[in-house]
Nanobody, 124 residues
Framework: QVQLVESGGGLVQAGDSLRLSCAAS????????MGWFRQAPGKEREFVAT????????RYADSVKGRFTISRDNAKNTVYLQMNTLKPEDTAVYYC?????????????????WGQGTQVTVSS
């Protein structure tokens, strides 16, 4: 069992930046990948970024490439999402996810553990 606790969401202006954090606890020894998804009102859950725990290899959705950066701190069992040049279309609830597989996946159903989500709202 893995527990995920998210923080860092808020209300910002277009062009501003935020950093989301996700702290993992529990049986994290077998967690090999973590990712971020988002869901806007009336929309399906959307892949944002993912990272492998051991090597730190990353993948990004086309809509956030060059603006968002996913990273991890192995000592703290924490994954981050640095979001720069935010746009109104980035407005959504952002969810942290984890899985025991070492392989990449952009599909939400491939992840077994989820945080409760944190709201990101970008105005203008």
């Amino acid at each position: 069992q893995v527990q995920l606790v998210e923080s860092g969401g808020g209300l910002v202006q277009a062009g501003d930046s935020l950093r989301l954090s996700c702290a993992a606890s529990g049986r994290t020894f077998s967690t090999y990948r973590m990712g971020w998804f988002r869901q806007a009102p009336g929309k399906e859950r959307e892949f944002v970024a993912t990272i492998t725990w051991s090597r730190g290899s990353t993948r990004y959705a086309d809509s956030v490439k060059g603006r968002f950066t996913i990273s991890r701190d192995n000592a703290k069992n924490t994954v981050y999402l640095q979001m720069n040049t935010l746009k109104p279309e980035d407005t959504a609830v952002y969810y942290c996810a984890a899985d025991n597989s070492p392989l990449f996946s952009t599909a939400y159903f491939a992840y077994d553990y989820w945080g409760q989500g944190t709201q990101v709202t970008v105005s203008s």
